[in-house]
C-alpha cells in the first residue's frame, strides 16, 4: 500500500522585516547628535526659565560698573560671571535672555513656512497642470532673490516687531519646502494606492491629507529642522541691522551690534552671544543631518 508523505522541507516563511528604531534612540548612538540635542534642551530650559536661571534683570543698569571683564579675567567679579557690557548690564543674564526671542523665531518661521509651502507643494506634485506652473513660477521669481535682501526690503516696508519678523522669515523659506514635496509627490501619486484610492471615489483633499501628507512627513521634519537654525541666524541679522526686534528686547543679533564698537578692548559683548548663536545654529543643523539619515530607509537595511 503506497502512503503519501508530505515534503520532508517546507519553505521557509520570509522573516519579518525589522522595525527601524525609535528616533530618539537612534539620535543618542550618535554621540555627535547626542551631544547636539542635549545643548538644545538646555537652550530650550533657558529660554523657558529664564527668570529663574538668569542671575540678574537683563535690562538693569549700573554705569559704575560697565565694561567690567569676565569673572576669570583680572578686574572680574563672580557677580558677572560673563562680564557686562557699555550700559552695566549683566552679560550672561541677557545671553539667557535673548534665547527666547531667537528659538521664538525659528520655530514660528519654521512652522509658517512649513505650513505654506507643503500646500503649495501637495496642490503643485498632485494636480500638476496650471497649478504646478504657477507654483513653480513663483517659487523661481522668490529664488532670484536672496533671501535675508528680500526680508530687508519686506521688514523695511512694513515695520520691525517680532510678528513682522517671523511673517516675513516664514514666507520667505516656503520655497525649500514646497519643492521638496513635490518632488516625494510626483513619485506619490502614480502609486496602487493612490490609483485604488481614486477608483473608489475619494477626493483629491483626501488624498492629498489622508495618504500623500503621511508620506511626506519624513523629509519635512528635516527640513523644518534645518530652517530653524537659518530663521535663528537670520533673525539675528536683522537685529543686527537693526530691523528685527524693538532694541528693548534682548536679542543676540542686538547684543552683537552694541558689542561691535568694543571688540578691541570689551570684545566678551560681542564674542558670548555670538558664540551662543553659532553653536545653536551648528547643533540644529547635527540634529537635522542625524534626523535625515534616521528617516532614510537605507540606514535600516541588513
Known amino acids: 500500500m503506497t502512503t503519501t508523505t508530505a515534503p520532508a522541507a517546507t519553505a521557509a516563511a520570509p522573516a519579518p522585516a525589522s522595525a527601524p528604531p525609535s528616533v530618539l534612540r537612534s539620535l543618542l548612538r550618535n554621540r555627535l547628535a547626542a551631544v547636539a540635542l542635549?545643548?538644545?534642551?538646555?537652550?530650550?530650559v533657558c529660554a523657558l526659565f529664564a527668570p529663574l536661571i538668569a542671575p540678574a534683570d537683563p535690562g538693569a543698569q549700573n554705569l559704575l560698573g560697565r565694561l567690567r571683564p569676565p569673572a576669570w579675567k583680572s578686574g572680574g567679579s563672580a557677580d558677572h560671571l560673563l562680564g557686562t557690557d557699555q550700559l552695566g548690564r549683566d552679560l550672561l543674564s541677557r545671553v539667557i535672555y535673548g534665547t527666547r526671542v531667537s528659538l521664538l523665531v525659528g520655530a514660528g518661521a519654521a512652522l509658517l513656512?512649513?505650513?505654506?509651502?507643503?500646500?503649495?507643494?501637495?496642490?503643485s506634485g498632485y494636480l500638476g497642470g496650471w497649478t504646478d506652473r504657477v507654483v513653480m513660477r513663483v517659487a523661481d521669481v522668490q529664488l532670484a532673490f536672496p533671501a535675508i535682501l528680500l526680508a530687508l526690503a519686506v521688514v523695511g516696508f512694513v515695520g520691525s516687531g517680532l510678528g513682522y519678523v517671523i511673517l516675513v522669515i516664514g514666507i520667505t523659506g516656503w520655497v525649500s519646502y514646497a519643492r521638496v514635496v513635490r518632488s516625494e509627490v510626483l513619485s506619490?501619486?502614480?502609486?496602487?494606492?493612490?490609483?485604488?484610492?481614486r477608483a473608489i471615489g475619494v477626493g483629491d483633499?483626501?488624498?492629498m491629507r489622508r495618504h500623500l501628507l503621511p508620506n511626506v512627513m519624513a523629509p519635512l521634519a528635516t527640513i523644518g529642522t534645518l530652517h530653524i537654525a537659518s530663521a535663528i541666524v537670520a533673525e539675528a541679522s536683522l537685529s543686527y541691522l537693526g530691523l528685527g526686534v524693538p532694541k528693548e528686547?534682548?536679542?543676540?543679533?542686538?547684543?552683537?551690534?552694541?558689542?561691535q564698537l568694543y571688540l578691541g578692548t570689551s570684545w566678551w559683548i560681542a564674542v558670548f552671544?555670538?558664540?551662543a548663536l553659532m553653536l545653536t545654529?551648528?547643533?540644529?543643523?547635527?540634529?537635522?543631518d542625524a534626523l535625515?539619515?534616521?528617516a532614510d530607509p537605507k540606514a535600516y537595511r541588513r
Do not use: C, K, Q, Y
Open 38 to 44: 542635549l545643548f538644545l534642551l538646555l537652550i530650550v
Open 249 to 259: 528686547t534682548v536679542t543676540w543679533g542686538g547684543m552683537l551690534s552694541d558689542g
Open 205 to 207: 483633499r483626501a488624498i
Open 273 to 275: 552671544p555670538g558664540i
Open 281 to 288: 545654529s551648528l547643533s540644529i543643523n547635527i540634529l537635522g
Open 188 to 197: 506619490l501619486r502614480t502609486r496602487d494606492f493612490i490609483t485604488e484610492a
Open 113 to 123: 513656512a512649513g505650513v505654506i509651502g507643503t500646500v503649495a507643494g501637495l496642490a
Open 292 to 294: 535625515r539619515d534616521v
